[in-house]
């Protein structure tokens, strides 16, 4: 049998206290009670004496606040790179002395129906809703009327219900046009990769950098469309190149596609960056990998985490729509036009 654990009055008599000052003492009360120095150390001596743990159950029953929050996401904890957020929200859940409860629905509503149900029964206190990929949702019905946080994702309506909180695409957007313009260029810059109108990062990636550039008065000379992937990206690059494409800059619009770019500017007896400079957004692990290193915009994964649970647990505000800036990782892609 497993050993029984101390009571607060067993820690209270060896304390030689009352049960409500060692009570005050543990849960960090002793100043507004005026409870000596002498009775409080000797309450914590006691208790770890005694390896005293509150009995956290009979605490939730009582005060109806569990010190949990759960995590509803798609695909979002199991993926490696955007797995980060999920380590930041797991460390400010810590710092703010609550659980983490992570679940995970692979996109299928009945999964996600029993989940949230369940966390409900176990009385969580708050909820975050993630998604792998920023896009636009519908809050599940049983959520109405708790505390969420919405992660990577945002409803449609003018006035949010609750706080949502994205990496801030169209910014990054404009920090790739700054990039290339900085290096010099103002000719032969084009887009790689398909700017679907129904992929939110796609989109305002897209709108950023035709801002950043106009804003100098350059322009995208061209896209070479192809899906994000390495595979689509190689083949529709070589083709572009064998057709008389002469770039001066590729702005990628994932890491997966500049490394079909890349391969394929190799393979056409083009140098990186001194004849094509590459930009890219995400920065993965690919981007560090890759050689020439690839300047990279970085999804801001742990701070979406952090972000999320400092809005359920942090000074209350109304809800709003949170951008968060993605930094820039400069590597070694990008270089001064070629002279020609």
């Known amino acids: 049998m497993p050993p029984q654990r101390a009571t607060l009055l067993q820690v209270a008599q060896r304390a030689g206290v009352s049960r409500s000052t060692a009570s005050f003492v543990l849960a960090g009360r002793h100043l507004d009670m005026r409870i000596s120095e002498d009775a409080r150390q000797r309450v914590l001596r006691a208790a770890q004496e005694l390896d005293y743990r509150p009995n956290l159950m009979a605490r939730s029953l009582r005060t109806k606040v569990t010190r949990t929050i759960a995590l509803v996401s798609d695909t979002l904890a199991s993926d490696p790179y955007a797995g980060k957020a999920i380590h930041g929200a797991l460390a400010a859940a810590v710092a703010h002395g609550h659980l983490l409860f992570i679940g995970e629905t692979e996109g299928d509503p009945v999964v996600e129906e029993k989940l949230i149900s369940d966390f409900l029964d176990r009385q969580v ?5 993630a998604s792998m990929f920023t896009r636009y ?20 309506g003018a006035r949010p219900a609750q706080h949502q909180i ?6 990054a957007g404009w920090s790739a046009a700054t990039l290339v313009l900085e290096a010099g260029h103002r000719d032969g810059i084009y887009l790689v990769g398909s700017p679907d109108e129904h992929v939110f990062a796609g989109r305002e990636r897209l709108a950023g950098i035709r801002e ?8 995208l000379a061209g896209t070479v469309d192809c899906d994000w992937w390495p595979d689509s990206a190689y083949e529709a690059v070589s083709r572009s190149l064998e057709a008389g494409l002469s770039p001066q800059v590729f702005i990628c619009l994932n890491d997966r596609i500049a490394l079909g770019a890349y391969q394929a500017l190799r393979d056409a007896g083009r140098r990186i960056p001194e004849d094509v400079s590459v930009v890219s957004f995400d920065d993965s692990d690919l981007a560090a990998w890759l050689r020439p290193q690839l ?22 505000s109304g809800p709003a729509v949170l951008r968060l800036p993605m930094p820039v990782r400069r590597r070694d892609s990008v270089g001064k036009p070629p002279v020609r």
């Open 125 to 129: 206190d708050a909820f975050i809703y």
């Open 295 to 316: 300047t990279s915009i970085s999804l801001p994964h742990y701070q979406l985490g952090w972000q999320a649970v400092e809005k359920l647990l942090g000074p209350p």
């Open 212 to 219: 950043g550039l106009q804003a100098s008065e350059a322009n």
């Open 166 to 171: 994205i990496p801030d695409e169209l910014a």
């Open 137 to 156: 949702v519908r809050l599940p019905k049983q959520l109405k009327g708790h505390q969420v946080v919405l992660l990577n994702c945002l409803t449609r």
